[in-house]
Each structure stands twice: as C-alpha cells, then as structure tokens.
C-alpha cells in the first residue's frame, strides 16, 4: 500500500486557484508533520511548505508565502494545499511528504508520495 498519495493536480491558468490533496495511510497520521515539495523540469526539488503535527505550526517557502496554504484533517489522514494566485513558475510535481517526530520543520522526510502535475499556462 503506497502510504501517501496525492490528487487534485491539473491544467489551469494563470490567477486562478487549485487544491492539492494528500491521504496518509499511515498508523498514527496525528504524530506525523507533513509538507508539500515540488519539482519543475530541469530543476531541483524544492520545499514549498510543512505543517507539524501538533500546533499545527506552518512554514512556508518565500516564493509561496502569501499565496498557499497548507492545512491538514487528522480524523481523514488528509493534509491540503491550496493554491491561489497561481504564477507559470508555480508549474511542477507537486509531492507529500511527511514525518514522525523528530524537531520542526524536519531537516529530512521519511515518506515520499509519487506526486501530482500542476500546470499553469500564462
């Protein structure tokens, strides 16, 4: 069973809004902090943001900050991303990611989702 998986990715233009979703099969998702990475073509991986498990405490890459939000649903092992005002250069793989303990945010994550295409046309 493939422990995190993503939906919700999708064509869209430029200024509009999408929602990224992320289910966790995973025994205890309430212990877990879980984030979002993204990759566009021919570049590096990148953070875009983390939410921990208790407190709900959020970090946010500066290039997103202002425009995403990412939220989580304990009693749904669901962790989102909204996306508003989305720019060309938001176009990537979005990926969960999620981790047990450890301090916040996590220098390393140990559950990798596949990852979701989100692309936004100009």
Do not use: H
Not at 6 to 19: D, F
Not at 35 to 42: D, L, S, Y
């Amino acid at each position: 069973q493939v422990p995190l998986v993503e939906s919700g990715g999708g064509l869209v233009q430029a200024g509009t809004s999408l929602r990224l979703s992320c289910v966790a099969s995973v025994r205890i998702f309430s212990q877990y902090t879980m984030g979002w990475f993204r990759q566009a073509p021919g570049k590096e991986r990148e953070f875009v943001a983390v939410i921990s498990w208790d407190l709900g405490r959020t970090k946010y890459s500066d290039s997103v900050k202002g425009r995403f939000t990412v939220s989580r649903d304990n009693d749904k092992n669901t962790v989102y991303l909204q996306m508003n005002s989305l720019k060309p250069e938001d176009t990537a793989v979005y990926s969960c990611v999620g981790n047990s303990g450890g301090p916040f945010p996590p220098s390393i994550y140990d559950l990798w989702g596949q990852g979701t295409q989100v692309t936004v046309s100009s």
